[in-house]
Structure formats: C-alpha cells, structure tokens
C-alpha cells in the first residue's frame, strides 16, 4: 500500500474539527479537513443570533453532562476559556460579556470562522467542503476516506461530525454510524437545550405564547434560575433550555414562579392590601398572573380567602408542576446529550482505546454543555488535545 496522503483527515469542518485542524496544522502534520456542506462553521454561523457565543469564563467540568462527569477535566483544563479568548484577542475581534459568563462577538460569528479558518491556512490544513463522505475503511494502519469521487488516506481520523441537532444546517447521525462501524460504543443520543411541548391539562398555558418571565426551573435534581417563555407548543427560554438537557420522559417539570419571594409574602400582603386580588399581588406579567390566578380558583380579593387556602396557592406558586408530553426534538435542539461513549475514548488525546489513530472530539461525543457557550469552550478543548496529539 501506498503511504497516506495526510497524516490525519478530520472529518467535520465544525467548531471542533476547525480548531483540532488549525493546531495539528501548526506542529507541521498534513492535514485534510472535509465537510460535506458547502461552507464551514455553518453552526459556528448561526449561533448566537449571528454573533457567536463563543466561550464562557465560568467554564468547569460539572456544568458538563456526561456518563462519565470526570471524562472532560482534563481537555478543560489544558485549554481554558482564557486561551480561546487570547486567540480572539490577538485577531482584534471585539466581544463583550452578556450575563452569566456568556461571551459574544461585537460584529459577526464570521469573524470566529475566518479566524479559524486562518489559523487553518497557517497550519497549510487541506480544506475541502461541498461533496459526501461516501465511505470510510480502515487497513495495514491507515484510514481511507471517500469523498466525492476522490478517495484519501491517512494514519489517524478524526470524527469531528456532531450531532443531529439542527438537521437543517446538514446535521445527521453520521458519527454514531462510523462509532458503530469501529466497534465503538454509542450512548443513547437524545435532542438537549430544546423546548419543551405541553398537552393535557397544561395545553391552555399555550394561550399565553410570548409571555416571558424569570423562574426557577427543575427537573430531577437540576434548578436553573433564568427566564422562561411561553409558546405556542408549550415552554422555551433559556431555564428551559437548560433543564430541558436533564429533563426525561415521563418526568414533571417545576416551576418557580416567584423564585426571590419570601416564605409568607401571599398572607402578608392579605395583611397590608386585604382588597387587592390574587392576580394584582402576582408580580409576573398580566396575563400570566391571571392564567395563574384562575387555575388556583381563588377569586375576589384576598380577604375573603382563608390563610390556609392562601398558604396553599403560595406553596404551589413555588412548586408548579408541568408535565411536557416531549420536545420540539432535533430540528430546534441546540445540541444533542448522549453520543459516542467516552469509555472507548481516551480523556488525554480522544483516541479510540481499541482502534489507534481513531479520534473523537466535539459534540459527537458523550459531552454536552450548558447553555451559554459551554458546547463551544468543549469544541475548542477536545479539538485542541487531539490536535496535540496527532
């Protein structure tokens, strides 16, 4: 056999195989990076709203859901969220602070795709979009990839795919497949940071599609404190979001409604304002505070309710059960939990345990972030230690 072309293809022109390319690039490897879209960062491009919520500073391991929490320490922390932002920096991209740790490009997410992609031409990475990857092999030590009509080899392979989240930007299943085909383990993939969708007895919350406002979310023994909304298909925003991620079927949803209320504030305003209704002492949005008010079926003004009937809608104001009936799945997932197990994987490089010189790395493996740039700082860090590896 002839020797390979490269010494590593990496499959996936996303976040992660962008930045696993750029670094094997610049210690000198031959490297071919191959999409089958038709540009790369397509992800890269949309997120944010167009401006690229790239990192988060709060990064650590625990806001990280996997089979393994431990498997992602280590690629954290050899390369940080102060390195990405480094990166950044030296390219003179301006970005700010939103909240909670969540960093945004000033201008554009084509500023982070042309830096990438830079730091891919510095590396002289082979970049070539546009066609499928008909078929991959692998004998005598090197990995045959099809593409298009050409067909390449090289000693390492990295699957840098994704998932199926977002299957209108070409997103597939496509890594667990080549997983599978490896002998690797696939954790079961389900759509996270999605929306949640409402039947039954919770349908007519429906009616109140746009109205948003601050809540504690929980599902199991996660809570997230920001803001949900309500939609024509039942609950988003980004407390949903987050706990949509933990949340599984069959499983109630709690809401908070009144997260910062304290203990008694329903009989203390009894007390101080006897002629106010239940729906006038709700400091949440008109139309919610009423939908509220009437499913507690506590009408008139709070004088004329009992202390104990007031005691309960406050306890249930704080506890509020929902019970989705699913998700808006895949096509409005953000990303995807689950994938390619990291018990085949190594946490210091991202090879296959059993099959050397095969990688994994990004979100087509069993790593997935919280909402806020996590996913992104895990593309970066799982890239880069394979991209030292190689």
């Known amino acids: 056999m002839a020797a390979p072309d490269y010494d590593a293809i990496v499959l996936g022109a996303g976040a992660a195989g962008l930045m696993c390319a750029a670094v094997a690039g610049q210690r000198g490897r031959r490297v071919l990076l191959l999409d089958h879209a038709d540009q790369v960062g397509k992800k890269i491009l949309i997120s944010g709203g167009g401006r690229c919520n790239f990192t988060n500073i709060h990064t650590a391991p625990d806001r990280y859901i996997s089979a393994n929490p431990h498997f992602a320490k280590s690629a954290l922390a050899r390369y940080t969220p102060a390195d990405f932002i480094a990166l950044v920096d030296a390219y003179g991209i301006a970005h700010h602070e939103k909240t909670l740790g969540q960093l945004f490009c000033d201008g554009s997410a084509k500023q982070i795709v042309a830096m990438l992609l830079e ?3 510095k590396g002289g990475v082979d970049v070539r979009c546009g066609q499928p990857v008909a078929d991959v092999a692998h004998a005598d030590g090197a990995f045959s990839v099809r593409f ?5 080899a090289a000693s390492n392979l990295v699957v840098a795919t994704g998932g199926p989240s977002i299957p209108k930007m070409g997103a597939t299943g496509f890594a667990y497949d080549l997983a599978r085909q490896f002998g690797l383990k696939v954790v079961e993939p389900r759509p996270a940071l999605v929306p949640l969708t409402l039947g039954g007895d919770d349908v007519l919350f429906r009616d109140l599609s746009g109205v948003a406002t601050p809540v504690e979310a929980r599902a199991g023994k996660s809570a997230f404190r920001e803001a949900a909304l309500f ?5 988003s925003g980004p407390a949903i979001l987050q706990i949509s ?3 599984r079927h069959g499983e109630p949803v709690t809401i908070d409604f009144l ?3 304290k203990r008694g504030w329903l009989l203390e305003t009894k007390r101080n304002r006897p002629r106010t209704t239940l729906a006038s002492a709700l400091a949440l949005p008109d139309r919610l505070a009423h939908t509220l008010a009437d499913r507690l079926a506590l009408p008139g003004e709070l004088s004329a309710q009992t ?11 704080s506890r509020w059960l929902f019970h989705p009936n699913g998700t808006e799945g895949y096509a409005k997932a953000e990303v995807t939990v689950g994938g390619i197990s990291t018990a085949n994987l190594s946490s210091q490089t991202m090879m296959a345990k059993s099959v050397p010189g095969l990688y994994a790395v990004g979100e087509a493996v069993d790593v997935t972030g919280w909402l806020g740039g996590y996913n992104f700082q895990w593309a970066w860090a799982s890239g880069h230690a394979t991209g030292q590896a190689l």
């Not at 298009?148 to 390449?152: I, V």
């Not at 939609?231 to 609950?235: E, I, S």
């Not at 104990?308 to 104001?317: D, F």
């Open 245 to 247: 991620s933990y949340w």
């Open 231 to 235: 939609t024509h298909k039942g609950l």
């Open 148 to 152: 298009g009509e050409q067909t390449f």
């Open 259 to 261: 997260p910062d209320a």
């Open 119 to 121: 730091e891919c031409a």
């Open 307 to 317: 202390d104990r009937k007031l005691a309960e809608a406050e306890e249930r104001l």
